[in-house]
Every structure is written in structure tokens, then in C-alpha cells.
């Protein structure tokens, strides 16, 4: 019996080393994602992996544009600093990317990453041509929240309170833009401009109090990502942002963001899971081999992808 006892540790005791081993092979993972809003019909995807591969460390950095505009010049940038520049194709597809030199292995389509480039995560802001979009951490599993807000008012008075709120839980990307307006004329009209963009007009009550909101159901696929400095004019007032990530939390703007998920935004942000999905399986495995696969292409196809919107990887970056 005591004989048996003790084989029977030892086995429990060799499973748990080989556990750990196999855990511990791939090395620890940081990935991060954002879908950039901006430019109507444009599919545009940013993508950040870092890990251990080999014993070595593996740090990614990608955009891709599907259907943008045809031969098209595009500088990339992350938190509003220029990283690099890559052109579309006749068909508006194309891709950039900046990986470990040891991982580039003669791939044309790689640039090597910088020393100094950031560990990107929840927050950071990536642009791209006239679409931008903020990354949000795809290991984390609790919500995550970029929210933007400000306050102005005109000289007669009237005062407009502008919010924006991304919303990443599960998988899920939600948005919500809101501007309430008080003590404005009754009836008088208020057009809203983002940057330029206009987003639609709201109209006071005989209190001279108005409510304007874009949520899921609404806000179109052209509405950027709103970030730190973007301007929004109401009416005569001018509302510059502030913005900031928080913890998930209980409060009227998140409500209204997580309240109003429809599937038009579940596909969006299940889309680019793919994406960021295709990149942490390709590096996941503590294998070489995927890596390699990578540098040996022609750069059409250098991240596994049939990802970003289920549609074929046909960027032609070549």
C-alpha cells in the first residue's frame, strides 16, 4: 500500500514538471489590438505581440488596410509618432509591419522593430491615413474602458458637455458619443462637427436643454476614434478632449455603451479577434517553425491570414 502511495506521487509529481515545461516553453505573452475607425468602407486593423520564441524575444508590430484607397500612401503612427510608411496596391489593399530582427529572415515586407519602440497597450492610439483607432489588451480578461470627455460653453451662456467611451469586454468592441447641451434658446439647433466630421444635429427643449448620442445601433463605421485634442464643435461651442483609460466600472456612460451591443459591432471587434488571434497562434507555440514560415513567404500572407475579415489576405504587398 505505502509503495503504491509513493508511485503514485512520484507520477503526480513528473505530470506537474511536464506541465510547467510545456507552459513555460512558449514563453509569456502580451498582445494587443485596435480597429481604426475614419475612412468609410476601409477595413484597418493594427496588431501588437511580444513573447518569447526560441528563447529569444519576438516583438510584432502590424497594420493592415483592406479596401482603402488605390495606390495610396499611408505614414503610420503610434500615440501621434511617426513609426513608418507603406503604400496600397491598385486594389487599396496593403500592410506594414516592424518585426524582431532575428525573425525577419531575408522577408522583404518586415522592417526591423526598433529597440525603443513601446510595449503597446490599452490606450494607445494608432493612426493611420485618416483612420485611427485605440489598442486595447487582449490577455486581459476584464473590461477594459478609453473614455474622452469635455466641457464649453458660448457667450451666451450655453454649455455643452461632450463624452466618448470604447468599451472592450469578451471580445467585443462597444462606442458611444454623447453631447448634452444646457441652457441654450428653446428650439434652437445645435450641429455637431467632430474634427471636421459632421455627426448630426441636436435641438434644444422649451428648457433649453438637448441630448445627442451615437451608440452601436447608429455611429458609423467613419466616426473616428476620438483622442486627447480632438475638437468637437457644438454649435458655437468649441469642446476640446481629455482622455484617459480606466478600470471597468459602474457609471451613466458605460451603461450606455454596454447596454447598446448589436452585431454589427460584435463582428467588428470579432473580426479583428481573429486578426489578433492568428498572430498569438502563429507565435504561441514556443515554435520556430511558424516564424520562419513567415520570413519564407512573399509577403502577401506573413500572418496566417485569412484573419482580419474572414476574406482572403489578397493586400497584394508584394
Known amino acids: 500500500m505505502r509503495k503504491s502511495l509513493i508511485v503514485g506521487a512520484v507520477v503526480a ?7 510547467g515545461a510545456q507552459v513555460g516553453g512558449s514563453g509569456a505573452k502580451h498582445s494587443t489590438k485596435a480597429k481604426l475607425y475614419g475612412q468609410a468602407g476601409t477595413n484597418v486593423t493594427a496588431t501588437y505581440l511580444k513573447m518569447k520564441k526560441d528563447g529569444q524575444k519576438f516583438r510584432s508590430f502590424r497594420v493592415k488596410v483592406k479596401h482603402g484607397e488605390s495606390s495610396q500612401n499611408y505614414g503610420v503612427y503610434v500615440n501621434g509618432e511617426l513609426v513608418g510608411a507603406f503604400s496600397t496596391n491598385t486594389a487599396g489593399n496593403g500592410k506594414f509591419e516592424l518585426r524582431s530582427p532575428a525573425f525577419i529572415n531575408g522577408n522583404s515586407s518586415c522592417e526591423p522593430i526598433p529597440p525603443d519602440f513601446p510595449a503597446l497597450d490599452t490606450g494607445d492610439v494608432i493612426s493611420v491615413g485618416p483612420a485611427c483607432g485605440v489598442m486595447f489588451c487582449c490577455d486581459d480578461p476584464q473590461p477594459q474602458k478609453y473614455k474622452c470627455s469635455g466641457v464649453g460653453e458660448n457667450e451666451f451662456g450655453a454649455k455643452a ?10 471580445g467585443e468592441l462597444n462606442r458611444c458619443f454623447k453631447v448634452m447641451i444646457s441652457g441654450a434658446a428653446p428650439d434652437e439647433a445645435f450641429d455637431i462637427f467632430v474634427d471636421g466630421f459632421f455627426a448630426g444635429t441636436a435641438f434644444a427643449d422649451a428648457e433649453g436643454d438637448a441630448e445627442f ?24 461651442i468649441s469642446v476640446t478632449l481629455t482622455c484617459m483609460t480606466e478600470e471597468d466600472e459602474d457609471d451613466d456612460s458605460s451603461d450606455d455603451a454596454s447596454s447598446d451591443d448589436d452585431d454589427t459591432s460584435s463582428d467588428d471587434a470579432s473580426s479583428d479577434d481573429d486578426a489578433s488571434s492568428d498572430d498569438s497562434d502563429d507565435d504561441s507555440d514556443g515554435d520556430d517553425s511558424n516564424a520562419d514560415d513567415d520570413s ?16 482572403d489576405d489578397d493586400d497584394g504587398s508584394s
Open 161 to 170: 458637455t461632450v463624452s466618448y467611451l470604447e468599451k472592450f469586454d469578451d
Open 13 to 19: 509529481l513528473l505530470a506537474v514538471v511536464a506541465l
Open 213 to 236: 448620442k451615437l451608440d452601436n445601433n447608429s455611429i458609423p463605421d467613419d466616426f473616428p476614434s476620438l483622442v486627447s485634442g480632438t475638437v468637437v464643435e457644438v454649435g458655437s
Open 296 to 311: 519564407n513567404d512573399d509577403g502577401d500572407d506573413d500572418d496566417g491570414s485569412n484573419d482580419d475579415d474572414g476574406s
